[in-house]
Structures are given as structure tokens and as C-alpha cells.
């Protein structure tokens, strides 16, 4: 077992946006929202979690492979950074843990004579429901 993967913060750029949605005049004055881009090839993290977070299906990674985390629910911008880095974290996590590797399993013996009676048994129902002949 792998110890869990730990994001440097020096890795992550935060810049202080413009937040969006209700606050009054707050809302246009402060830039409290937070924007995290975290370059995934130019990070320190192994290899193989590079290439999960890549493959993850998320709209907040790009093409080029940054990961961009909008974070604007709190009034602070030093909690909108908390809260984008553990946001990060568990994306990172997420593309940690290794995939189980499914092993197709067969049918028992027992399982497959059931199916075929039940078949048969259905078959039978709707032959019987055909127009009775002399």
C-alpha cells in the first residue's frame, strides 16, 4: 500500500478572481474567489497517478493537463484557497488508488441448467397461449 500522494502548495498557482452570484456590493468590490491551476506533468507526483489524473473524465482538467479549481463559496479569499487546495487533494486521491483489476468469472453449472429450465419454461407459456387446434 502506497502512502497517500501529498500536493506541494508551491506546485499550485492561485490567482484571486472576481466572485460570482449574490453578496451586494461585496461581491464587486473584493476579488475573494479563487482560481487553482496545477500543471500535472511539471508536478512532483509519480508516474503512474499522473496518467489516472490525466485519463479522469473531468471537465476541470485541459488538454494540456492542468487542472483548474474554481473555489468562491466562502467570504475569505485565505478560506476559497483552503478549500481549492482540498478540493484539488481529493481529485489527486481519487486518481491515487489503483483499479481493481476485474477477473471475468464463468457461470456455475448449477446457474446455467436454471437459466435453460426457466427458458424453457417461458417458451412453453407462450406456446400454450397459441389458438387450440383439434
Known sequence: MRPPVAID???VEFSAIRAQGPGG??????SNAVQARFDIGA???PSDVKERLRALPDARITRDGVVVIK???ARSLERNR????ARLQALVDAAATVPLVRR???PTLGSQRRRL????GRSQVK??????RD
Open 9 to 11: 502548495p508551491d506546485e
Open 71 to 73: 473555489a468562491q463559496s
Open 25 to 30: 456590493q461585496n461581491v464587486n468590490k473584493v
Open 43 to 45: 508536478s512532483s507526483l
Open 82 to 85: 483552503a478549500d481549492a487546495l
Open 127 to 132: 406456446a400454450l397461449r397459441g389458438k387450440v
Open 104 to 106: 471475468p468469472t464463468r
Open 117 to 120: 429450465e426457466s427458458k424453457a
